[in-house]
């Protein structure tokens, strides 16, 4: 079975938050009640400096000013962010890249179609005014999508602010990724977002979602070698706010850029993944289905290849094909809808 049972939820989620009102919603999208999110962590919605007390201006004993330091400069930007400013910098941290229009849909939707989009607008000029985020020279949709195709990036400030913030390092982000890094990162991202939408339209529960490089996995392989399994996505879900199970689901995106005999091979790392024990230790003795959401420029091609993966992992005797859904990424809401029966 790959349902457990849900009368005490054990979520995990990217950053530690304080439980909302409905402890078992994911974090990273707004209410659909308020215009700032209740889902933010509560500790970062005021920031305030670290410091001995002395601020830029305040006299020194020996009569000299303190002079200002860099972190009490990050904290005093720190401190004029709103809950949903902090939630839209996670967000863009978490995925690398995320486009306006991802942006609006996981913290604006709460707001009518027109206001949102320009509010999130706004917000959006504001953090790169504070080089909290920056954009990529290229743009989702080409030049003439103008600033609605903007793709957005965790800046410098942006930067020192999380590091400030958590005490750990932010890992480093590409401003000039290749076409194919940012496509897959941006095609992770709708996924979050579709699954986000459903949630808020109580089509299913979104539990807990996690995104690479935090929904990768460590086992020992044969031999002893440590071995890293990398999903692009985790996520938890439930077909009813009120239903009793919950399923568990490894997410991989696929744009037709790997050969099938590659993703054979990442099937069978689910598989030794499986063997190993440890997803079932840590998840109550059941291990996740394993989602292919597979897509391509040409929908022709995208079906030759999930018609051909499907029978790849039908051949291979070493894999369990019950485990492995393969769809369009458009049917991820209705398989995570039926729930999983295994």
């Known amino acids: 079975m790959n349902r457990q049972h849900t009368s005490e939820i054990d ?30 962590n509560s500790q970062s919605s005021v920031v305030r400096a670290t410091t001995d007390g002395a601020h830029s201006g305040t006299s020194h004993p020996s009569g000299s000013r303190r002079p200002v330091s860099v972190r009490q400069n990050i904290w005093s930007i720190g ?34 179609s027109g206001s949102g989009l320009r509010i999130a607008q706004r917000v959006l000029v504001r953090l790169r005014e504070l080089r909290l985020l920056g954009t990529l020279e290229r743009r989702v949709g080409g030049v003439r999508a103008g600033s609605a195709g903007l793709v957005h990036y965790v800046d410098a400030n942006g930067e020192r602010l999380l590091k400030a913030e958590s005490g750990q390092p932010v890992r480093r982000h590409l401003t000039d990724p290749s ?18 939408a459903a949630h808020r339209e109580q089509r299913l529960e979104l ?12 086992y020992i392989g044969i031999g002893g070698a440590r071995l890293r399994l990398k999903p692009d996505l985790y996520a938890e879900t439930a077909i009813s706010a009120d239903s009793e199970y919950e399923d568990s689901w490894f997410i991989e995106v696929d744009r037709g850029t790997e050969s099938i005999p590659t993703l054979v091979r990442k099937c069978r790392d689910y598989e030794a993944y499986r063997r190993s024990g440890i997803e079932q230790d840590r998840s109550e003795g059941t291990f996740p289905q ?9 929908p022709a091609k995208a079906e030759r290849r999930r018609v051909a993966l499907r ?30 029966d295994l």
């Open 11 to 40: 979520v995990e989620v990217h950053v530690e938050i304080r439980p909302a009102a409905d402890s078992r919603v994911v974090h990273h999208f707004a209410s659909t009640r308020t215009a700032t999110s209740s889902l933010v």
């Open 79 to 112: 401190d004029t962010l709103s809950d949903r400013d902090w939630a839209v910098l996670r967000s863009v941290a978490e995925h690398r890249f995320l486009s306006v229009s991802q942006i609006h849909a996981l913290h604006f939707a709460d707001l009518s």
């Open 179 to 196: 076409e194919t890094f940012l496509k897959h990162t941006l095609a992770i991202a709708d996924t979050h977002v579709s699954l986000a």
């Open 207 to 218: 539990l807990a979602m996690q995104i690479e490089p935090t929904a990768w996995r460590q």
């Open 290 to 298: 394993i989602v292919w959401s597979m897509s391509a420029n040409d």
């Open 311 to 340: 029978q790849a992992i039908d051949k291979d005797r070493a894999l369990p094909s019950e485990l492995f859904h393969i769809i369009a990424p458009d049917a991820l809401v209705d398989l995570m809808q039926e729930g999983s």
